[in-house]
C-alpha cells in the first residue's frame, strides 16, 4: 500500500467515526430530552449538547464583514432617503 492509499483510508475511516459520532450525539440529545427533566436546564441544540470535531462554526472572513458593512450603510443612506420623500 502507498503512501496515498495509506492517506486516503485514513481519511474515509475519520468521516466514518466523524459520522458515527454525530448519529450518536443526535440518539443521546433526543435521550436526555425526557419530559420529567426541566427544560430551562438543558442545552437548546446538539451542538450545544456534544461537539463532534468536525463541528467547525463558520466565520465570516475579514473581506465578507466589510463587503456587509457597506451594503449596510447603502442600505441605511436608501431607508432614509425614503423616509424623508
Known amino acids: 500500500m502507498t503512501w496515498a492509499e495509506y492517506l486516503i483510508r485514513i481519511d474515509g475511516y475519520l ?6 459520532q454525530q448519529e450518536n450525539r443526535r440518539l443521546w ?17 446538539e451542538k450545544q449538547f456534544y461537539h463532534v ?10 473581506k465578507g464583514k466589510q463587503l456587509w ?3 449596510m ?3 441605511n443612506k436608501s431607508k432614509t432617503r425614503h423616509e424623508q420623500q
Open 69 to 71: 458593512q457597506r451594503r
Open 29 to 45: 440529545f433526543n435521550i436526555i430530552r425526557a419530559p420529567h427533566l426541566d427544560p430551562k436546564t438543558l442545552p437548546k441544540t
Open 15 to 20: 468521516r466514518i467515526e466523524r459520522k458515527q
Open 53 to 62: 470535531e468536525g463541528d467547525a462554526p463558520i466565520r465570516a472572513s475579514d
Open 73 to 75: 450603510e447603502e442600505y
